[in-house]
């Protein structure tokens, strides 16, 4: 077996996970990272009061074995807590509660992990694939090379993907056909605890889709002193707010929140963040992977199921890379 250079685009769930494997199985690996740390859609905010998840809340079981193999295996090491929060509807009743699973010191923490034994660089917005001399060179968003490379993985949310796959039409068409949705997160701290009877809300409300107690969750660093909760918007209520002035969506959102729960007492630090492609609408994309290229894609896009699709695909993908490279 040559050793063999890849980069991996994006340092969420997918490029973290394939980076890990191809790693392990012997590869030499440069992550590239547009934001300045790993973790996607699993990021946290740094608040005074300590950090939050402003992301995905949690990993959760689903009916892949092999995915609940990892996540037990993770806990077994000591990498994953967890957790059953205490759920309630909007009106109040009490709902059923499932287990989940928490990085350390926030979700982010588990890209930070995998991604041990890569060279992760972040701060780097990869522009282009371009094929080059049998290798593939990458070039920045100022057309600077920052690289050639045996093989390239796009591990971006599907509209991000779009152009780095232009290098495979028939990948581009495949990305370019995802829908995806947006999602408004706004994280609060308070300085005294809410009466809130839950660690979840769910349900039916026009604005809010989940409220989560982030300061509940075991394992956090945030001071006891405050109280940290997430707000998550309805897909339906963020797509059509998107244009509007950020003050004027944090306002609603807290709002909302606010009388919801009839909570007098003001947060004392808010955080409000847009995830443009929040989730997406998928179908199970065949194997993404051009062998005479060496160019392939993976992420949530490419299987169903959010963190669980993410993990698929790049295992997925890092068994065909690692057993065509054996
Ligand atoms: C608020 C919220 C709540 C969620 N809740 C859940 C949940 O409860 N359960 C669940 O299963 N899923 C949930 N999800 C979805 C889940 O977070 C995603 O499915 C998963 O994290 C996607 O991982 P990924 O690696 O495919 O993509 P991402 O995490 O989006 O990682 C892609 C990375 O690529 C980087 N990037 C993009 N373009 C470039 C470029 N040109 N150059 C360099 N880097 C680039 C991005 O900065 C990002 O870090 C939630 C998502 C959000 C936003």
């Known amino acids: 077996m040559r050793n063999k250079h890849v980069a991996v685009i994006g340092a969420g769930l997918a490029g973290a996970v394939l980076a890990n494997r191809l790693v392990q199985g012997g590869h030499r690996v440069t992550v590239f990272e547009k934001s300045r740390g790993s973790g996607g859609r699993l990021a946290a905010s740094r608040m005074e009061q300590g950090s939050a998840d402003l992301g995905a ?38 709902q059923r509660s499932q287990r989940v699973y928490l990085a350390r010191p926030s ?33 920045d968003e100022k057309w600077q090379p920052i690289g050639t490379f045996d093989a390239v993985v796009v591990a971006t949310p599907a509209s991000q993907a779009v152009p780095l796959l232009e290098v495979v039409p028939r990948f581009a068409r495949r990305a370019a056909a995802v829908v995806s949705a947006p999602c408004w997160v706004l994280l609060l701290a308070f300085s005294e605890p809410l009466t809130i009877d839950a660690d979840l809300v769910v349900g039916e409300h026009p604005v809010l889709a989940r409220v ?4 509940a969750k075991p394992g956090r ?46 947060p004392v630090t808010s955080r409000l963040h847009c995830w443009l492609y929040g989730s997406h609408a998928v179908r199970p994309q065949p194997l993404l992977w051009d062998r005479h290229l060496a160019v392939g894609a993976c992420g949530d896009w490419c299987q169903p199921d959010g963190l669980a699709g993410a993990w698929q695909s790049a295992e997925r993908l890092a068994d065909r890379m690692l057993a065509e490279w054996a």
């Open 57 to 94: 809340p949690w990993l959760e079981a689903t009916d892949d074995a092999h995915y609940c193999g990892w996540l037990s295996r993770l806990r077994d090491e000591g990498l994953l807590l967890e957790w059953q929060p205490r759920v309630c509807d909007f009106d109040g009743y009490p």
């Open 107 to 139: 979700m982010s923490g588990l890209t930070r992990v995998l991604l041990e034994g890569a060279r992760l660089q972040t701060g780097t917005r990869v522009d282009t694939i371009w094929p080059e001399d049998e290798q593939l060179l990458l070039r």
């Open 212 to 215: 989560i107690h982030d300061s």
């Open 221 to 266: 660093n945030t001071d006891d002193e405050h109280d940290i909760w997430a707000l998550h918007t309805r897909i339906s209520w963020s797509a059509g707010m998107l244009e509007q002035p950020q003050d004027q969506v944090e306002r609603q959102i807290r709002e909302a929140f606010l009388q919801q729960f009839s909570i007098s007492q003001l």
